[in-house]
């Protein structure tokens, strides 16, 4: 894990371009290519252990490295890792195809998939599903970071968007209160074998 500073910005939203320059070079590129966890940490910023540790998951495809961050964060903690995934309505999106999205039973059935497995492993860390609704997912997730101790997202792979990570990761690095930890994409068994201890198997 690598920690950064941010330089102090402003928390109005959206970010606008002109404030990457304020984000500071060096963090920007950790952030968008470094190999390991990155957390961000903003003047001011506590991290008070009995408050939840918020993930924010895609549950329709969702990332072991991040997941498993997120609980080992909870686990160390001490705190309830509340996992968000936004559903953003249908046909409220530029980017809409005009098919119908996973309604909040279905999301939470498929959250709940998608921890099966971490959810044994972390036995000890208790656990809150929550689906969150609006047309912009960067500042609904920003708004469940309100009162949270720690932020985990997913950042884009190096060779997908080297110019930047998307909006959720910027706006909440920009603008969250708690530090925000951004989670590179890696192969799940190295991210479950380093949180569990397991030795990886080769071959």
């Known amino acids: 894990m690598v920690v950064v500073g941010r330089h102090g910005l402003g928390t109005a939203l959206p970010s606008a371009p002109f404030q990457r320059a304020h984000l500071g070079a060096v963090t920007a590129h950790l952030m968008a290519y470094a190999s390991c966890p990155v957390v961000v940490v903003g003047p001011g910023a506590e991290r008070v252990r009995d408050r939840p540790v918020v993930l924010g998951l895609d549950a329709a495809a969702p990332s072991a490295p991040l997941i ?8 160390r903690h001490g705190s309830v890792l509340r996992v968000c995934s936004v559903r953003v309505p249908t046909g409220t999106s530029r980017h809409d195809d005009g098919t119908d999205r996973p309604d909040d039973a ?7 998939e998608a921890l099966s497995d971490w959810r044994t492993v972390f036995a000890d ?4 599903l929550d689906v969150l609704e609006g047309v912009d997912p960067a500042a609904r997730l920003l708004d469940a970071a309100t009162g949270a101790s720690l932020v985990v997202v997913g950042a884009h792979g190096p060779g997908t968007r ?12 920009r603008n969250a209160t708690c530090p925000v930890a951004v989670v590179p994409p ?14 990886p198997v080769r071959g």
């Open 68 to 75: 498993a961050c997120a609980f080992d964060a909870a686990r």
């Open 106 to 112: 279905k999301l939470r059935s498929l959250l709940g």
């Open 125 to 128: 860390v208790p656990v809150a």
């Open 162 to 173: 080297p110019a930047g990570l998307g909006p959720a990761p910027d706006v909440l690095v």
């Open 186 to 199: 890696r192969p799940a068994r190295v991210a479950h074998d380093r949180i569990t201890g397991r030795q």
